[in-house]
């Protein structure tokens, strides 16, 4: 029994992207089940928490494309302090200080509250001071702070495009997520976020022509997309992050002090040969306690429930059924009919045979 999360996060920006987009789709989906009945309040809040931290994104983008559209029409048109003819009184603009203050305070509060009293209660329980640091917890959350903030505005565009896919009807799939250090060819990073960088540009100089107050308003966001490409290598190098290891920041107590279960876990991994997983086919070909574990999961005789044509179990069967040798079967096959085909007892047993297996009795 393990009393925390093991599992890693994704490695870069770009892997974060596709598990968010997957993400997305499952929460918007919620929103049916919200008014199903028998669920109760705190159920609900659950769910709408889930949703809410998705459509906030293209919240947000209204928010800014609406305050960019004011600040236009105040620079190019002219007041009317008169709109209703004649009149001894002038209409002035309606503008409220104080509560854009408060709004700003609010804001910055609840972004920020939670992250300092995570900090404090840590800083409550001996064994997390320990692993994580005193001076170094709390130097590792404000470059968290700074990081998180600076993404922000590229983490907005990625979601909102993601929620207006999901309402198109576009399904995200789903892939393997990567498990490696998450380094990315600079000309790649490049590519995938050279538009965020050039809409930044465009951005900043349009605020500045339009008002410098309203440029320096904005340039949390606009500096955020200027730094896409930098931030988005940056956050996926493993320098990088040996780096930030070494001084201490952002790590969890299980890399100061290995717990006994992910000792024994990489034990395990040297004694297999490395901690890559190979060809899934080879694999099971070549291990018959493997196989037979494998196949142990598999529903009996190939039987699936009622109206489950899947496209991809389907072909794939029909794929390695006519493949004249295993080498031919496996370069026949997408990776999604490979895995079909590994999740299908007749398909499996196909491939065992071209293998030189027997096929089970």
């Not at 919200?34 to 159920?43: D, E, H, I, K, Q």
């Not at 399904?171 to 490049?190: K, Y």
């Not at 040798?325 to 490979?338: I, N, Q, W, Y």
């Amino acid at each position: 029994w393990l009393a925390g999360s093991y599992e890693e996060g994704p490695p870069s920006i770009t892997d974060l992207a596709v598990r968010d987009r997957r993400w997305c789709q499952g929460n918007l989906q919620h929103a049916a089940v919200l008014p199903a009945r028998g669920l109760t309040f705190v159920s609900r809040l659950h769910l709408l928490t889930g949703i809410g931290s998705y459509i906030t994104a293209p919240l947000w983008l209204a928010m800014l494309v609406t305050g960019l559209l004011i600040s236009i029409q105040a620079r190019f048109v002219p007041p009317d302090y008169f709109p209703d003819g004649f009149s001894l009184f002038p209409s002035w603009p309606a503008q409220d200080p104080v509560r854009a203050a408060w709004v700003f305070v609010g804001t910055m509060s609840l972004l920020l509250a939670p992250k300092f009293l995570s900090y404090l209660l840590m800083l409550a329980d001996r064994r997390r001071r320990r692993g994580f640091g005193v001076v170094a917890g709390f130097f590792g959350m404000l470059v968290e702070i700074v990081l998180s903030g600076l993404l922000a505005p590229v983490m907005m565009l990625v979601q909102s495009g993601g929620v207006l896919a999901i309402l198109l009807g576009r399904d995200s799939g789903w892939n393997p997520q990567r498990r490696d250090d998450g380094s990315i060819p600079f000309l790649d990073v490049v590519s995938r976020y050279g538009g965020y960088v050039l809409l930044g540009v465009l951005l900043g100089w349009l605020a500045y022509l339009i008002s410098p107050p309203l440029f320096w308003w904005m340039s949390p966001v606009i500096l955020g997309l200027v730094l896409a490409v930098p931030l988005a290598s940056l956050t996926a190098s493993r320098a990088a992050g040996e780096v930030t290891r070494r001084l201490g920041l952002l790590t969890v107590p299980e890399e100061r002090e290995p717990p006994p279960v992910l000792g024994a876990a990489a034990q395990a991994l040297a004694r297999s040969g490395g901690g890559e997983p190979g060809d899934g086919v080879a694999r099971l070909a070549g291990d018959a306690a493997l196989l037979a574990a494998h196949r142990a999961f598999l529903p009996a005789g190939g039987t699936r429930p009622k109206g489950d044509h899947a496209p991809e179990r389907l072909v794939a069967r029909a794929k390695v059924s006519d493949a004249p040798d295993l080498a031919a079967a496996l370069r026949s096959l997408t990776p999604r009919e490979k895995a079909a085909a590994l999740s299908d007892a007749p398909a499996l047993e196909r491939l065992m045979e071209l293998a030189g297996h027997r096929a089970r009795a």
